[in-house]
């Protein structure tokens, strides 16, 4: 998309010298020379190929140009301060921020958070999906869930998942498949970013005949899940995550092999620096969902 847009600086010179009908003013507003304003207000109109001002005596005037342009300018500056605040004021006095894997908040978070929210309704909480894990800022967020083997030195770790391994698919295909070597016609969906998959669970099938690396690779589970519910192949299923689409039979198990793995969910805070007052309480909760719904 392209966006006819002024610097950002000349439209904060012409709106405070707009509201003045001075550069004076407005310099002193902004923490700027008088020069500076001019100039930038200069530069703008030049870039409009309009004149904002009419430059009298001893003040500024308004041209019917720069009257009808100021309040644009000023709803802009309006909704972009009230969207900031929205998203981003007082994150750490008042909202909880929770970052979660994409997969992970759609398929177990979503589920229970509507327990947490009724029971603490003056909690404020804020949920961030991603994808890839990247490193935790304690600016924008107070607890973290990730997925790996719980070693992230300089941060708390509690275990919130047991992981299984399985196939998922269509019944469709499931009937067709009568041993796991069968599993050499059909597609493979893997998900990136997982050190534990195809190959782990084939080895143990004793599926030799199969290509552990064939097939479809997704960022997500959630992606893989669609895939296969959409005929796309055969998904690997992590059990904290699978649940939902075998209680709705979009998915089955075509064989009983469940292969327990080491990688797992958990839950992350720095060791060190101040904790958000209602962190505790989300981290106790969340501890006692996970130990109700152990995968």
Sequence with gaps: MSHQMPPLPWLRAFESSARHLSFTNAASELNLTQAAISKQVKLLEYYLKEPLFERLARSLALTKVGAAYLPKVQDAFERLSEGTLELFGGRNSEKLSVRAPISYAVNWLAARLPKFLAAHPKIN??????????????????????????????????????????????????????????????????????????????????????????????????????????????????????????TSGRLVRPFDLALPIDECFYLVAPEKGPAHPDAELFRAWLLAEAAENPA
């Excluded at 719980?150 to 299984?164: A, C, I, M, Q």
């Excluded at 669970?201 to 997704?218: E, I, M, P, R, T």
Aim: proline share 3%; charged share 25%; hydrophobic share 45%.
């Design 125 to 246: 909480v804020r949920i961030i999906s991603s994808v890839w894990a990247e490193d935790f800022e304690a600016e924008r967020y107070d607890l973290d869930i990730r997925y790996g083997f719980g070693r992230w030195p300089g941060f708390k770790t509690d275990r919130l998942t047991w992981e299984v391994l399985e196939p998922l698919c269509l019944p469709d295909i499931a009937a067709r498949l009568r041993t796991p070597n069968d599993l050499a016609k059909e597609r493979l969906l893997h998900v990136l970013g997982y050190q534990e998959g195809w190959a782990g669970w084939l080895k143990a099938a004793g599926a030799s005949d199969v290509n552990a690396g064939s097939g479809l690779h997704l960022d997500t589970s959630l992606m893989a899940f669609e895939v296969a519910a959409n005929g796309g192949g055969v998904a690997l299923g992590r059990r904290s995550m699978s649940g939902s689409e075998l």
